[in-house]
């Protein structure tokens, strides 16, 4: 009776395990590729395209694009945000264009820049 959708076949971030850390203090240059979550709570100066999902920290900031399946943004993102599911908390702050299926944005949070609202995966698959 009820037709699952795509959206409901993403696992939830929260749900997930975190496998990579990058602590407050420390100052990572070049770009970030992995397949599962990372958590970033330092610097990272490049872009950062992971399989599962990131999640940026109150002091975390990325100066560079990211891509990834789910993003909760509690810290500075300067560069384009490509993923499915985005939740940008109150003291999240995005500089840059946004391409999500969903969108969450707390009271008190910051955006600046365009949005894109469509279904991600489906462009993706025809485009195969």
Do not use: H, W
Request: hydrophobic fraction near 35%; avoid cysteine; proline fraction near 1%.
């Amino acid at each position: 009776m009820f037709k699952k959708t795509k959206q409901s076949q993403i696992p939830d971030i929260n749900q997930q395990e975190i496998s990579t850390l990058i602590g407050d203090g420390f100052v990572v240059t070049g770009e970030l590729t992995g397949a599962s979550v990372i958590r970033i709570d330092g610097k990272v100066t490049g872009n950062v395209k992971t399989g599962n999902g990131i999640i940026l920290g109150e002091k975390g900031i990325i100066v560079g694009d990211i891509e990834t399946t789910s993003a909760i943004i509690y810290g500075t993102v300067n560069g384009k945000v490509k993923v499915s599911q985005l939740e940008i908390k109150k003291t999240g702050k995005v500089n840059g264009d946004i391409k999500t299926e969903t969108l969450e944005i707390e009271f008190g949070a910051q955006y600046n820049g365009n949005l894109e609202m469509k279904k991600l995966i489906q462009v993706e698959e025809k485009t195969v």
